[in-house]
């Protein structure tokens, strides 16, 4: 069992940048694949990056590539979310989500078993 508690949303500015955090309890943080899905009013949960159990493979969506980072610090049980130069439709609640799969499916929601209570991201123009 592995519970994820998100920090770090807020209200940000068109251009500015803001950093998440997930902080996750047990021993068992770094068996775990780590994602973030975003949601926003009206629309499906929409993938926006994950990563590997060790860190080393990243994946991003489209959306989000090269203004979005993820990383990892097992030794804290913790992943952070790093988001530079945001735009309006970045607009959403912001979900941590914890899957003991391994593979390709890592954009998929329904693969991942543990999530965050999300945190929300509005992005002002």
């Known amino acids: 069992q592995v519970q994820l508690v998100e920090s770090g949303g807020g209200l940000v500015q068109v251009g500015g940048s803001l950093r998440l955090s997930c902080a996750a309890s047990g021993r068992t943080f770094s068996r775990y694949r780590m994602g973030w899905f975003r949601q926003a009013p009206g629309k499906e949960r929409e993938f926006v990056t994950a990563i590997s159990t060790t860190g080393i493979t990243k994946y991003y969506g489209d959306s989000v590539k090269g203004r979005f980072t993820i990383s990892r610090d097992n030794a804290k049980n913790t992943v952070f979310l790093q988001m530079n130069s945001l735009k309006p439709e970045d607009t959403a609640v912001y979900y941590c989500?914890?899957?003991?799969?391994?593979?390709?499916?890592?954009?998929?929601?329904?693969?991942?078993?543990?999530w965050g209570q999300g945190t929300q991201i509005t992005v002002s123009s």
């Open positions: 989500a914890a899957s003991e799969r391994f593979g390709s499916d890592y954009a998929v929601p329904s693969k991942y078993d543990y």
